[in-house]
T-cell receptor
Framework: DGGITQSPKYLFRKEGQNVTLSCEQN?????MYWYRQDPGQGLRLIYY???????QKGDIAEGYSVSREKKESFPLTVTSAQKNPTAFYLC????????????FGSGTRLTVV | DQQVKQNSPSLSVQEGRISILNCDYT??????FLWYKKYPAEGPTFLIS?????DKNEDGRFTVFLNKSAKHLSLHIVPSQPGDSAVYFC?????????????FGKGTRLSVIA
């Protein structure tokens, strides 16, 4: 079955460490996205990529980095520069075009300890 | 500057009654709208969508209404069931935008009381 997989489900990070969240899709979607969800804040866009080897900053990109070396993969690195990284992170993918909805992964809960 | 607004953070409805979730938008260029449903600790799942050329789209218990002049859409769930308890996100896009991302509202938490 086609789908989008995020791993790990739960991640704990010490302050000052970088961590990488994985996102893989086998839907042959062109575009991939990273969102962050905080209570009362809805879904805020971190980064997105419409094509391999290209990506754009979203609304809250500071302290995060991404790469898109393969169509299927869009890992997100939360760097030590992100001041408040504890959140629920969601990856999504879609075909190109504004009338295609997104398929979301099941999310990664990151906690800074 | 929120382009998509869900002004009710939460809503409680009795089982069997109608749930009405509202969404307003400010960008008149938006021409495609979607609703997503999200359970805790899970990713959102697509529920229903509507193009701006329509004013209503129905799928089983779920109906979305679009009022372009008011820049308002609503999701009706009839009858409401306990399993509908979730956070609902409204999203908007511009179909020929050159692939700009969906714009999401902040969500409305629906509680269906048995």
């Amino acid at each position: 079955d086609g789908g989008i997989t995020q791993s790990p489900k739960y991640l704990f990070r010490k302050e000052g460490q970088n961590v990488t969240l994985s996102c893989e899709q086998n839907l042959n979607h062109d575009a991939m996205y990273w969102y962050r969800q905080d209570p009362g804040q809805g879904l805020r866009l971190i980064y997105y990529s419409q094509i391999v080897n290209d990506f754009q900053k979203g609304d809250i990109a500071e302290g995060y980095s991404v790469s898109r070396e393969k169509k299927e993969s869009f890992p997100l690195t939360v760097t030590s520069a992100q001041k408040n990284p504890t959140a629920f992170y969601l990856c999504a993918s879609s075909y190109k075009g504004g009338n295609y909805g997104y398929t979301f992964g099941s999310g990664t809960r990151l906690t800074v300890v | 500057d929120q382009q998509v607004k869900q002004n009710s953070p939460s809503l409680s409805v009795q089982e069997g009654r109608i749930s009405i979730l509202n969404c307003d938008y400010t960008n008149s260029m938006f021409d495609y709208f979607l609703w997503y449903k999200k359970y805790p600790a899970e990713g959102p799942t697509f529920l229903i969508s509507i193009s701006s050329i329509k004013d209503k789209n129905e799928d089983g218990r779920f109906t979305v209404f679009l009022n372009k002049s008011a820049k308002h859409l609503s999701l009706h769930i009839v009858p409401s069931q306990p399993g509908d308890s979730a956070v609902y996100f409204c999203a908007a896009s511009i179909v020929n935008s050159g692939n700009t991302p969906l714009v999401f509202g902040k969500g409305t938490r629906l509680s269906v009381i048995a």
